[in-house]
């Protein structure tokens, strides 16, 4: 008999228990939270499921009466397990209405704020709500510096009451205009964009590195003095389309840069077959000189030996498209350099209440954790 009355007894209070769990997260409408103020003007936080200890929601009460009476701002927190989602569609929609129904501010004025806190994992996050009267000292940037940076940290590890008391010392900062949230951020802001373009600049340098590697290669080892010419003129309008296109201008200026310093090793290495200095021709003016052909043009290129006067004589033969080819005309096809076959190509305000009556602004933050 003895055990039997243990067991029920047991039963008895595990029901106890979970009437007092079911109880605790049952979804919260507006008309649930109870508005304390009601009962006590001292009182500014609600916390029916007891979520923050009572030396937290005495400091808080504490802070925001001394914030009411300096500055004229009402703040209310509500601190609850979760919101029915079947009514509300986010915590901002619940917030929103709950600081009109119990209109927390004064009614001229409008100088409300709410901060809602709601527990449930699937649904924690924390929410400021604005009166018109505050809009301009806690803008909705500011909110949200708040939270993620003085608020969150703390309250990931359940420390509700210390990141509720975190958060409402740097309101009361930004009332008084003593925040440097935003200033922060601007300056980190600022490091980051620094950062970023760096990066980008230096792989903006490399790729351009490494189109002066691939253009030395070619003056060492050309083919021909057309070829030289014509990889140095490609190459300039990568760069130059690039450095104003994808903002590259500090690794486009340096390409310049050392493509004038090492000018010398982009110059063709092409012997002279009379006298057989190297790296002494020039183009001589006037070319190239075209020629219509039947499918296509032929373009005769001099460059004029510097040490002897010998001429050099390239022909680059541009064979037009047809349509059937995908092609449009002239220019495109193969090109015969130097009486030889080479093709390249090129990718180239609500109720009363015990508060003041003012209304939300839908101003705030809301962000989760």
Known sequence: MKTLRYLFLACLLGLMAMDGVAEEMKPYRVADVPNVQLKDSTRFVSDPADAINAADEAALNSRIARLRDSLGVEIAIVVIPMYDASVYGSAREFANELFNTWGIGDRETNRGLLIQLITY?????????TGYGLEGELTDGLCKLIQERRMIPIMKDG?????????????????QGRSTLEAEKREANKRLAIILASIWWLLGAAAFGWLLYLHRRTAKEPENLFNVQETNRQFNIIVIVAGVLLLQLPAALLYFLVKLLISRQLTPRIKCPKCGVVSSFRHEKGYPV????????????????????YVKVEKLYERKENWWSGGGGGGG?????SDRDSSSSWSSGGGGG???GGSSGGGGASSRF
């Open 290 to 309: 075209k020629q219509k052909k039947k499918k296509g043009t032929l373009r005769i290129y001099h460059y004029i030996c510097c040490n002897c006067g």
């Open 354 to 356: 015990s508060w003041g």
């Open 121 to 129: 994992k699937r649904q924690r996050e924390i929410t400021f709500e």
């Open 159 to 175: 420390r509700y009451g210390e990141g509720l008391l975190a958060g409402l010392e740097e309101v009361s900062k930004a009332l």
């Open 333 to 337: 096809g193969y090109r015969d350099l």
